[in-house]
């Protein structure tokens, strides 16, 4: 609402003395009047000695031009906080150097980048905030500069703050903060090489263990920067997976071992005792040739064939037992041999997906590296174009936001499906972080990459994401590169990035190529 004009003020002042009945006197006047003009009563109000103030006051910066503004708008409306808030922030737009020196030399003239915007408590405050919370990002090692941290904070927070005190902090501390940056990047750096070179020496050890090389794999795909929360958990995921299915395969192997031993022990103790029958069997036939040899007649010989013929039979029947008893812990130990091989295989396929996003199927990193290579490889030998492409879906946030991070992932889902259906054979899709998808697109030059994206925005068009029971459209903004002669394959995939934030800045939901 815009304020009266004073003429405007003063007509209806005189209407409302007239209406109420009241003597117009200056009292009563100025009463109304600043009733009216919504100025607060103020007795005593030392109007002409602040205008001597104002006036004696040197207006030498645009800062202190405009205060000065002010503070006679506020004396003539009477308003002491107009006043006070005029002052203070007049003294702000103070020129470097104009309160140093001699109390009688003169002021250097201001400049345009001498002059400042008032510092309010408000803007320092905010900034103690801002250093407070990027405090945990910079460690706690250094206890000096955690001190130091602190009694800046303190400092920006205390009122009445003394602004050259405070300048000289924030100079001091940019310094040492600069130091500490640069350290925590080192260490960073340190411990992501620290991790790659484990999980390369595990890899390299389980030259046979493809499963366990999987997870090396993708535990290095997940530690490349930019590193990322959603990355991380999703690994997270995979890997538990891989974990359970890699306890049950130890468990069944440390069964068939037993079983082996067991059978082992088994065959040993049936061979030991099939050794003591066959002996026991050879004597017996021994004794039976010299009761033969001495026998006269047939009614001699016949009570010793009785008994050659019951020790055969009883040496044949303990042999066909022992037979059927190794021949079905053979078949045992031959069944927990498959389960296991069935349970490695399962795990090999498992490793083989630590390439491939969970969530969408698409690529990983990992994945998208090695086909970079591959694609690139043929790109040189055949000397044909090969374009990637980046695209990042529009709005994601707020799409996450209002239906949900479950409906987030559905999105993302939705999106790979749809890109899968519209994409040739040859064509590579791959998860790039978050919201943000690779495409290689091989034997495809420039303009003709372009022209697969557009298609791919109209199919969104056509196919909405059901969230539920509502309809949400989604879109993108993407980038197009062709691969240059001596270009690697992340540095065209960094040109499209490069042309995705143009796409975004123009307007998103459009393809740009670079």
């Known amino acids: 609402m ?44 030392p109007a002409n000695e ?28 009477m308003n002491w906080d107009g006043v006070r808030a005029a002052l203070v922030a ?66 920006l927070r205390q009122p009445g703050f003394d602004v050259s005190m405070v300048k000289q902090m924030l100079v001091n501390y940019s310094h040492r903060l600069s130091f500490a940056a640069e350290d925590q990047h080192e260490i960073k750096s340190s411990l992501l090489k620290l991790l790659n070179l484990v999980f390369e020496n595990i890899g390299e050890l389980s030259i046979e263990d493809q499963w366990l090389k999987g997870q090396m794999e993708s535990l290095k795909a997940a530690s490349v920067p930019p590193l990322s929360l959603r990355r991380l958990d999703e690994v997270e995921r995979l890997l538990k997976d891989v974990i359970h299915k ?39 036939l021994e004794e039976s040739a010299r009761q033969i040899e001495s026998a006269k007649t047939l009614a001699d010989i016949a009570p010793v064939l009785k008994e050659v013929i019951g020790a055969t039979r009883a040496i044949a029947k303990d042999t066909q037992s022992t037979r059927e008893e190794l021949n079905a812990m053979r ?43 591959k694609e690139i490889s043929t790109v040189r030998r055949k000397e044909t174009p090969l ?28 999106l790979a499906k749809v890109a899968r259906e519209c994409m040739r054979p040859q064509d ?51 980038g197009v590169a062709q691969l240059n002669a001596e270009e690697t394959g992340m540095e065209a995939i960094r040109r499209a990035d490069q042309a995705m934030y143009l796409a975004k800045r123009a307007g998103k939901n459009r393809v740009i190529g670079t």
């Open 2 to 45: 815009n304020e009266k004009k004073s003429f405007e003020v003063a007509r209806e002042t005189l209407k409302q003395l007239t209406t109420r009945k009241l003597p117009p006197t200056p009292v009563n006047y100025k009463a109304i009047y600043n009733e009216i003009a919504g100025i607060p009563s103020v007795e005593h109000f």
């Open 50 to 77: 602040l205008r001597g103030i104002a006036h004696a006051l040197q207006a030498k910066t645009p800062g202190q031009q405009r205060q000065k503004g002010l503070l006679e708008s506020s004396i003539d409306r």
């Open 90 to 155: 007049y003294a702000g737009f103070v020129p470097v150097g104009a309160a140093e020196g001699n109390a009688g030399s003169a002021a250097k003239p201001a400049t345009s980048s001498e002059s400042a915007p008032a510092l309010t408590t408000e803007f320092l405050s905010q900034m103690g905030r801002l250093i407070e919370y990027a405090q945990p990002a910079l460690g706690t090692d250094d206890p000096r500069f955690a001190e130091q941290t602190g009694q800046l904070i303190k400092a």
């Open 246 to 284: 890699q306890k049950d395969a130890k468990q069944r192997t440390l069964e068939a071992q037993d079983e082996m031993r067991k059978m082992l022990a088994t065959f040993i103790e049936r061979l030991s005792h099939m050794t003591q029958s066959t002996g026991v069997f050879q004597e017996q």
């Open 331 to 373: 078949e045992q130990a031959g069944s927990t041999q498959a389960e296991i091989a069935k349970l490695h295989q399962e795990l090999d396929r498992v490793s083989v997906q630590a390439r491939h996003d969970p969530l969408t199927g698409a690529l990983n990193r990992r994945g998208l590296e090695e086909a970079l290579e």
């Open 387 to 414: 374009s990637v492409a980046l695209l990042d879906i529009d709005n994601f946030k707020a799409l996450n936001d209002n239906l949900g991070h479950e409906q987030g992932d559905n999105a993302l889902t939705h």
């Open 428 to 478: 590579t899709l791959a998860r790039f972080g978050g919201e943000e998808f690779v495409f290689l697109l091989p034997d495809t030059a420039l303009d003709k990459g372009i022209e697969a994206m557009t298609r791919l925005q109209r199919e969104l068009t056509k196919r909405f994401f059901l969230a539920g029971n509502e309809k949400v459209l989604i879109t993108f903004s993407a």
